[in-house]
């Protein structure tokens, strides 16, 4: 049985930044690209397991949708969600990427 943890780090090779990771995955999608091929796309350029690559575009889009509420009490902790608080960042910049992503999201006002 594997041990829960709310550690959702990913180990990124040297030289390579969790913003680029980020870059990759939310510029891929506005691309539409499918989630396989970002998947692909993340282990071909940083290395990652297959595990891995689901959690960085998992996290990825669950921090831009966590920004679309527009309450920062949503905004993950970067320690311990590094990639979900990067997307946070992004979506809280320019809110226009989570409907530009997700065109059915509800807008808010």
């Not at 396989?36 to 990825?60: P, T």
């Not at 997307?87 to 320019?94: A, D, L, P, T």
């Amino acid at each position: 049985m594997s041990e829960w943890t709310d550690d959702l780090t990913i180990q990124l090779p040297p030289g390579r930044t969790v913003a680029e990771l980020v870059d990759l995955v939310l510029q891929s999608a506005l691309s539409g690209t499918t989630d396989e091929e970002i998947n692909r796309l993340l282990i071909a350029e940083f290395g990652l397991s297959a595990d891995d690559a689901d959690l960085a575009r998992d996290r990825s889009f669950g921090g831009l949708v966590r920004a679309a509420t527009r309450n920062p009490l949503n905004c993950p902790e970067s320690g311990k969600d590094p990639v979900a608080w990067e997307s946070f960042q992004r979506g809280s910049r320019e809110p226009s990427l989570v409907t530009r992503i997700y065109p059915d999201f509800p807008r808010r006002q």
